[in-house]
């Protein structure tokens, strides 16, 4: 037996799915948050269930590929399966499409209608009692957000059953309609004040200035949590708790030899200095808990916020227009937000596009032009000593090369990208559980990603110096890395180290002293040149090798381009 | 304004605030059907919320949900004005 859980996009599926396996998948106030299918275990009368947490889709006749795969998932369904419908309850004409058609395929269904709590608030009252007389399948209110419902959900669906409900075809929008009007009174009542919010962020007038105001107050309150955060809490921690352990620890060792040198690192001036010692355990564990971890949290928080609350799909509105060029639209730029935390998931979400171009377009620029937040932490450390226009520098030089590079790219793809057609959910006030619960999960992913790329790059570097290697490749390199890129020989070792993790590449760069403009340059070029391992096997996946191989080249040329002109033009 | 309302124009130069029912959707049998899911079908009752400068998505609602589509989708839509919304 599985259960299958289906309905529109963003009516909750995931947090359905959150409730009945306690797993935890990523949720957002928008449509196409889940793009690939989830599998989970819940427990049902005692026995072991399966249960899957099918992609959103408005009609079992697909229009795109997520509806494909839950079309798919549906054909594939054996005699005891079961199918949780997931309804919106304020939209119940809209949800019924769906259930109506489910309910032909004869499959025993439970429909569980969720947000049961917005109902009334606006002002929608519906009489379950004769949903369900009508449909003949269970219909249960729910929350899946606060988890009301949620067990009588589960006591229900062992009455699922196929529906006896019979209609014609040609007649289902009326039938719909009838239904409707059956069970659901609606009283009229004043707007809200999130529904004059929402109506305000999506008129240019004042959806502009919103918009601004939005970007602007996340930037700032990032850096503000960020920086608050390594220079109260992790830089302390580090300094006066973790270094005295370290200074022993080296005694230990005997101060130095090759085994020394792994794990501590080179002391500078008889103490640990993280930017330059590069030992395993001093800058290996800097780099991603001191430095990255900070940054990468307050990103976490200011971006799940934006996401729960709903204002990514009103920003999607705004910049249509200017995505267009890019030929891209709107929502392109949710995997672009995205990126600037990690670029895996940015390269994952570019599925919420329709075409192979847009999801060749997208994933380029992005894995060109958007620096993750573990480059732009240790470029904001390094830099910013230099002054903060320094690092404004490297973004707008970013910035520019993303907007340039669509451009040549939507006249340079062949065929056409289609508009925008999206729902524009309401603005919900996040539920502070689950919003921690969703940073608490991207942190998690974010620490098994990095700690042991990191120390694996740390490694390396330790190698690469041992073996003379990185002396090596820079005098075959030097004639580019120094005369184009105007950066010193040993600099090359960042741009290996970088392909391993790039954050680390960035912290290759302070024992070298280089100069405001030489870091710009490195920065720039780091961010550029090539996606780290953990991206470019996404990109391998979500183009397939020749796509990706075409994708490098641009990297590799635009890169060169764009280092060699800062080098001319910075002085 | 008064004597807007009876008017067929298409949902792309229909004015935000401008309250109408689907007359028309020409475009084809596969844009039907994706419109058709997402409730843009002949008869639905409708209103425009915003609009953007330079041919950008128009946001429409009908009941409780809210639906952006391109400036040349919308063009595809035909509506006839049933009332003002100021």
Redesign the interface.
Known sequence: MKILLMGNPNVGKSAVFNRLTGANVIISNYAGTTVEFTKGIMRLAGQQVELIDVPGT??L?P?NKAEQIAVEMLNEHTDDDVVVNVVES??L??SL?LTLQLLKHKIPTVVALNFWDETKH?G?SIDIEKLENILKVPCVPICAVTGEGINQLVERIKEAKPSSLEYDEQEK?HEIGNIVENVQTITHRHHTLLEKLS?AS???IT?IPIAVIMLFLAFKLIRFIGEGLIGYVCEPAFEKLWSPMMLKLSNLLGSEGFVHDLVIGHLVEGQIDYGQSFGLLTTGLFVPLGAVLPYVFAFYLVLSFLEDFGYL?RL???V??LMHRLGL??LAIVPMLLGLGCNVPGVLSTRILETRRERFISATILAIGVPCAALQAMVVGLLGKHGMARVGIVYGTLFIVWLILGVLLNHIVKGRS?????????YRIPYFRGLSKKIWIRMKWFIKEAVPFVLLGVLIVNLLYTFGIIQFVGEITAPVVTRVLGLPQEAVGALIVGFLRKDVAVGMLIPLGLTAKQLIIASVVLAMYFPCVATFTTLVKELGVVDMLKSAGIMLISSLVVGGLLNLVLT | MGNTIGKRISLARMRAGQKGKIVRVSGGHGLARRFEALGIRQGQEIKKISDQWMRGPVLLQHGNSQVALGFGMASKVLVEITGENK
């Open positions: 408005y009609t006749d229009t304020t939209n004409e809209r499409n606006k929608i929008w109506d999506v008129k240019p959806g799909p999607a509105i705004m249509d227009t639209h709107g289609p508009e925008i057609f999206v729902e524009i959910p309401p």
